[in-house]
């Protein structure tokens, strides 16, 4: 399936309006899904699911989503902060996202505002390429 | 009362489909007061009655081994009342279904009367709640729901 | 004309603490284990089904709307429900406050926001939309049903509001 970074915008745009009972107009590529969209761990699911019909790609949940087995790891987390080791394990989950400037300060709370819009178009463009 | 809100299960494929009866009565408690004077079904014990229709319909899929609980109702919607004498199909599919979670659509009919549109998300608490506790026995399926798959309703299915 | 006896049994908020006409209204509903289907849902697992929960929300919103139109309509239903998410469980001996904003509320539909917290814990939250009308709309010969329902209901909020 060939589809430009617009197109795959668009799909996610409405995957997200229907998972979150949110307007069109709130889903910008720079929204968060948690802190601007109000999604939750349900949510998550919800959206994975969707994602994989939309576009016809089977996803992992921890391929999208890795914050749980960072959380509840010591060897990634201390004091509420991502070790060396943890920021390592996030990168290399996330290929698809930038995650220059939470390295910066790898506070666990703020793992969430890596968690955009324009995240999951990366993503769902580098597993159609993958396809 | 029982909170039980399917009477039987007359198609059941494993892990894909299932379809249950509901038959409404004026034995039912909760009709004289919604409303006294004209009784109908309330609109979330249909959901109920669906959620209980899509989540054995889950659990079976996984040898009642999750607890399987309601998490999220995506959608929900009703085009018509449904009254005492009104015998419910309650039709679900699964749509999609991962170790965590599981997601349905189905179709609430009365005779050829499309009463309901109810999509729903199922969590399975066991693989997802990291830190809470629960009781190790699946105190979701009790003996009440198992009960409705009993006989040639699940080989009819799939035989 | 004789009262229905009211058997009280589907009624899933205890009181409206907070009403503001045509805007907002909050409910509560404590739970208690004798509850009967909590012995079902579950047996040592007990907590408040989710579609009650649901429920208490649709029916702070119905009587935001009987209040808001003078109870003008005996019938008042769920026409849709979106998005509504169980974040956490409600169990015997806790107390959920419903809160209720209405989007809007015309003549025959209405639409709403809800949510239910217990102790600071979000339970429940929910988009959802009613649809009001009377009997006599569809068949005159109801309209004194209509009347029977409106006037049981006008007694049940008497007890209902603070």
Redesign the interface.
């Known amino acids: 399936m060939t589809m430009n970074r617009e197109q795959v915008l668009g799909q996610v745009q409405g995957v997200l309006v229907?998972?979150?009972?949110v307007d069109d107009d709130e889903v910008k590529p720079e929204s968060t899904l948690m802190g601007d969209l109000g999604a939750?761990?349900?949510?998550f699911?919800?959206i994975?699911?969707r994602l994989?019909?939309a576009f016809g790609i089977k996803i992992p949940?921890e391929e999208l989503f890795p914050a749980?087995t960072l959380?509840?790891n010591p060897e990634f987390v201390n004091n509420g902060k991502l070790t060396e080791k943890g920021l390592a394990e996030l990168q290399s989950k996330m290929p698809h996202t930038d995650t220059t400037e939470f390295a910066k300060n790898p506070d666990m709370s703020k793992l969430g505002d890596l968690f955009t819009v324009g995240m999951i178009v990366n993503f769902v463009q580098s597993k159609l390429k993958a396809a | 009362m029982r909170w039980i809100w399917i009477d039987k299960f007359i198609e059941f494929k494993t892990g894909v489909s299932a379809v249950a009866v509901k038959n409404v009565t004026l034995a039912e408690e909760h009709l004289h007061d919604h409303f006294p004077g004209y009784p109908v079904m309330p609109e979330s014990l249909c959901i109920e009655a669906m959620a209980q229709t899509a989540g054995i319909l889950v659990g079976e899929a996984k040898n009642f081994e999750e607890k399987v609980i309601l998490?999220?109702i995506?959608k929900a919607v009703f085009h018509d009342c449904i009254r005492p004498g009104d015998s419910l199909r309650l039709s679900a599919k699964i749509?999609?279904i991962?170790d965590?979670?599981a997601?349905t659509t189905g179709t609430i009919t009365c005779g050829d009367k499309l009463i309901a549109e109810i999509d729903l998300?199922f969590?399975h608490i066991d693989q997802?709640l990291?830190g809470k506790e629960f009781p190790e026995d699946n105190f979701v399926f009790t003996d009440m729901f198992k009960s409705l798959l009993q006989g040639s309703v699940l080989k009819a299915g799939n035989g | 004309m004789a009262t229905i006896a009211a058997t009280m049994r589907f009624i899933l908020i205890d009181k409206v603490v907070e009403i503001e006409t045509g805007k907002r209204i909050k409910s509560v509903k404590s739970v208690s284990l004798a509850e009967e289907y909590l012995a079902d849902h579950f047996p040592t697992f007990p907590v408040l089904p989710g579609v009650l929960l649901l429920e208490g929300l649709i029916e702070s919103a119905s009587w935001l709307v009987r209040a808001t139109e003078n109870f003008a309509h005996s019938m008042v239903l769920l026409e849709q429900a979106?998005?509504v998410?169980?974040?956490s469980f409600l169990a015997p001996g806790s107390q959920i406050e419903y809160t209720v904003e209405a989007k809007a509320i015309e003549e025959n539909v209405s639409s709403f926001t809800g949510a239910g917290v217990t102790d600071n814990e979000q339970i429940v939250e929910a988009?959802f939309g009613l649809r009001h009308f009377n009997l006599a709309d569809k068949d005159s010969s109801l309209a004194s049903v209509d009347a029977k329902i409106i006037d049981e209901l006008k007694k049940r909020w008497k007890l209902l509001k603070k």
């Open positions: 229907d998972a979150l009972g939750e761990s349900i949510d699911l919800d994975v699911f994989e019909k949940r749980e959380m509840n | 998490a999220k995506k749509e999609s991962a965590e979670a997601s998300m969590s997802n990291a | 979106r998005n998410k169980y974040k988009k």
